[in-house]
């Protein structure tokens, strides 16, 4: 099978892109609603994937409107009545339904802020970028935003803003700690997020055992401590599965055994096996067959490892936010190409 490059990626991601853009990144990047902070993340990520595998600065350049709109919405603490904090730190109210109704929530703002700094980190890595100053002055803005009214903010509120009760939401954590102890310039923060993401990496490795499927695939529950089925559901083992990516093409702890093991888990327990009607399961243990349609904030990535992972992927259609899908799939094409 002749996989697509690179160029027939961008020609599916365009029309999407400028779609999704339309309908939702446009105006929840103008809503200073935490709420949709959540989904607009799934834009920076596609937008920071094609911009990695095509160069081409006009992904790059709606990405940094997208987040300057939000940088500038935060107001303090102190000034937002119904947040339970009220204190200096910048910041954005959260309001959905019943549930939520104006307090500041980090599960909203940590879900975006991981790929915050996924893009400060490969435009600091780009020299291309790093170079220009539009670029530069971005970067210094966002990285001292994040310093101050991300990683600052939720750690001193207490640590276990960071130190979630599942495992997919420490995941968040443990992203933006891993960059921002790499962009960062201050020995004491960097200290603070060593410790974040060093202890949640011990966690989820303590958690994860082999898959009673198939024992070369992984398996892990997204409740600490818990080692019986279903396991983690697949959609939000995206979020692991994107965090152990990360960290694994940046050299920190997880290693090409850990990523061969997320492979397998796809491959070999997730997915049904038809190359031309894939499907995959809902939950970790491979039941639930056809219930996990949601692959482009994690799965996806494997295919920059794996040709087969890749090929499956081609066919598959997935349901929704192909910002993301489309745009890793780019990536995966130069990445594997490489």
Same mark, same amino acid.
């Given at each position: 099978?002749? &996989? ?37 993340? @799934? ?56 549930? !939520? ?10 879900? &975006? ?30 990285? /001292? ?17 960071? @130190? ?6 420490? /995941? ?23 410790? !974040? ?6 966690? &989820? ?10 024992? /070369?695939?992984? @398996? ?38 850990? !990523?061969?093991? &997320? ?61 993301? @899908? ?6 995966? /094409? ?5």
């Amino acid at each position: 099978m002749q &996989l697509k490059t690179v160029q027939e990626w961008e020609a599916l991601f365009k029309p999407e892109w400028q779609k999704e853009h339309a309908r939702d990144f446009d105006k929840w990047s103008k809503d200073n609603n935490s709420f949709w902070f959540y989904y607009l993340a @799934y834009g920076i990520d596609g937008l920071t994937a094609m911009y990695e595998a095509t160069q081409e600065t006009a992904y790059l350049d709606q990405a940094i409107d997208y987040l300057t709109r939000v940088r500038e919405s935060a107001r303090p603490s102190s000034t937002i009545p119904t947040s339970q904090f009220r204190d200096t730190y910048l910041g954005w109210a959260a309001f959905y339904q019943e549930s !939520v109704k104006g307090t500041e929530i980090p599960l909203y703002e940590t879900y &975006l802020w991981r790929y915050v700094m996924k893009l400060l980190r490969v435009i600091n890595d780009s020299p291309s970028a790093r170079n220009q100053r539009k670029y530069r002055s971005f970067y210094e803005e966002m990285l /001292a935003f994040s310093e101050s009214h991300m990683f600052d903010k939720w750690h001193k509120r207490g640590v276990n803003n960071f @130190y979630r009760e599942r495992t997919h939401m420490a /995941a968040h954590s443990a992203y933006i700690a891993m960059i921002m102890e790499r962009l960062t310039s201050d020995n004491s923060r960097k200290r603070r997020c060593r410790d !974040v993401y060093n202890r949640i990496n011990r966690d &989820l490795r303590s958690q994860m055992i082999p898959n009673p499927r198939n024992s /070369a695939a992984v @398996y892990w529950d997204s409740v600490w401590g818990k080692k019986t089925g279903p396991g983690q559901d697949t959609s939000h083992g995206n979020n692991v599965v994107a965090y152990i990516v990360e960290a694994y093409d940046l050299g920190v702890f997880w290693t090409k055994s850990d !990523v061969d093991s &997320l492979v397998s888990l796809f491959l070999k327990v997730l997915w049904n096996g038809s190359e031309t009607r894939p499907a995959f399961a809902g939950m970790c243990d491979g039941s639930e067959m056809g219930k996990g349609t949601f692959l482009a904030d994690g799965y996806v990535k494997l295919g920059r490892y794996s040709r087969e992972a890749r090929q499956v992927l081609e066919t598959f259609q997935h349901p929704g936010y192909l910002t993301q @899908y489309y745009g890793n799939c780019a990536l995966n /094409a130069k990445r594997l190409r490489g």
